[in-house]
């Protein structure tokens, strides 16, 4: 199982990026996926999720209409859409894997839950 994160850059206020997480070494529709933050100095945020059971992707609140994940047609690589980009996003950003297919929802925001992980990618927002 191998996840790469991508896509990070600087970026003005209000701006958008697209965070790209390209997988290999699973399926998909079988794993629950994960983006997630951290800033220096601060703890790991969750951002967003979603089950491989399949539905919703669900969104921590201060990113809530904001942020969007989604998947690409062949279902190997995962995206994060960042739009009205705020100094507080300054984060090294994850994309995080794990078996737990119909992940209980209290639990799709805690990082311990996931097995595997990619390299981050590291987005700055600043003017």
């Known amino acids: 199982v191998q996840l790469q994160a991508s896509g990070g850059g600087l970026v003005q206020p209000g701006g958008s990026l697209r965070l790209s997480c390209a997988t290999s070494?699973?399926?998909?529709?079988?794993?629950?996926i994960g983006w997630f933050r951290q800033a220096p100095g601060k703890e790991r945020e969750w951002d967003s999720g979603?089950?491989?059971?399949?539905?919703?992707?669900y969104y921590a609140d201060s990113v809530k209409g904001r942020f969007t994940m989604s998947r690409d047609n062949a279902k190997t690589t995962v995206y994060l859409q960042m739009n009205s980009l705020k100094p507080e996003d300054t984060a090294v950003y994850y994309c995080?894997?794990?078996?737990?297919?119909?992940?209980?929802?209290?639990?799709?925001?805690?990082?311990?839950?996931?097995?595997?992980w990619g390299h981050g990618t590291q987005v700055t927002v600043s003017s």
């Open positions: 995080a894997a794990t078996s737990t297919r119909h992940m209980i929802l209290s639990r799709l925001g805690d990082g311990t839950q996931y097995e595997y």
């Open positions: 070494g699973f399926t998909l529709d079988y794993y629950t």
């Open positions: 979603r089950r491989g059971s399949g539905g919703t992707t």
